[in-house]
């Protein structure tokens, strides 16, 4: 991967960012104060939960130290646009998986930073070099929350504009998002022939205990089966594209995605091969 095409990596996720403000409006955020505790446990879940059951699996599994940090940055990312997606292919509630898609983005300015300096000083102490959390947290500014307020200002302004493009906008996203993820594979392909089955069972470990785990706190909480499968969903659907985009910005590399970005990029894939299968099956359960 050159350089030119490693610095349109940001731009890239500024982008998505902004396609997800698009769809936003202050009317989806009602949800909160009218189902609040399926908001709040939703927001724990994805907060929480995450990264304590990436850390259980890393610690038990013990991985590299690039994986285990690539690992647990994913789990710090927060949902996008493919969990609203599939909340309304599994006929969740779709206001609530926004609502919590957009707040815990826009939370992500500060919570990526604190979580990221823990584990990097964790998993990374043997590395030459440190992170700083100001930086991380300015870059989380410019290249989330920033774009996620300016898409959530266009969608206000230009309304009939920004819905009817909206399809074309989402599109556009895709295909970067695509792009992304075999940028970071082909960037780090011999790692990947030799790490790959463990990467990725760590990873569908991960996954499949999130979903089982949000269903048990949801049904412990009585939480209402439509919100239930809202919140697993939520909870379980990372946005693989920002743990990509960070990596390069965390490692200080100049040329090439560095191996923390891997199993970002493998997530980006496996998600799906776990969450349709179960939205499959609990799409038309009551």
Known sequence: MNNTALALLPLALAYIMFTLGAGLKLSDFKVIANNPKAFFVG???????????ALAVVLITTPPPTIAFGIMLISFCPGGVTSNMLTFYAKGNVALSVALTGVVSLLSVITLPIFITLAFDHFMKDQAGSI???????????LTTLPVTLGMLARRKFTNFMVSKSGILNGIASIFFVLI??????SNWALLKSQATAIGLELVFIIVILFALSMLTSKLLKLSWFDTKTVSIETSIQNSTTAITLAPIIMGTAAGLPAIALPAALYGVLMYVVAIPVIALIRNKN
């Open 181 to 186: 993820v075999f940028a970071a594979v082909a």
């Open 43 to 53: 927001l724990v879940n994805q907060v929480v939960f995450v990264p304590l059951v």
């Open 132 to 142: 700083s959390a100001v930086k991380i947290g300015l870059v989380m500014f410019l």
